[in-house]
């Protein structure tokens, strides 16, 4: 089985690093599992970064676990440079680099929160799932 191609939400990350107990955290967990490929871009990985930062004492976070974090998306991601731009396609434009990366990347999910917001990107044929939604469907929930 092919695996899919998905693209993760800054949104998606924290809540994950701020709790155990969540889909997001599940997911993160998951970001090795062969049924998922993961799909970043410097967009991506820079507003990562940012957030991580402003969050890191929150989260309980040092400067090297930062790093680790970063590089492990790195390692485990597919990098794309995105050279385009489908502009304007998400009702917040701050999110039109992930609409950007999803397209570039062929993605076949876009998991977030956010999912009234990026809506626009499913007529790429892209579907936008929130974390709970993508762990049902890799059990195989319809």
Known sequence: MKPFQIVLDTNVLISGLRSKRGASNALLQLLNDPRLKLHVSNALLFEYEQLLRREQTVLGLTDERIEELL????????????????????????????????????????????????????????????????????????
């Open 71 to 142: 590089d492990g998306f790195c390692a485990i991601g597919v990098r794309h440079h995105v050279s385009f731009i489908w502009r304007p396609t998400a009702r917040d434009t701050d999110d039109d680099f992930l609409v950007d990366l999803a397209i570039a990347a062929h993605a076949d999910f876009l998991v977030t929160f956010n999912v009234s917001d990026l809506q626009p990107v499913e007529s790429y044929g892209i579907k936008v799932v929130t974390p709970k939604r993508m762990l049902e469907i890799l059990r195989g929930v319809p």
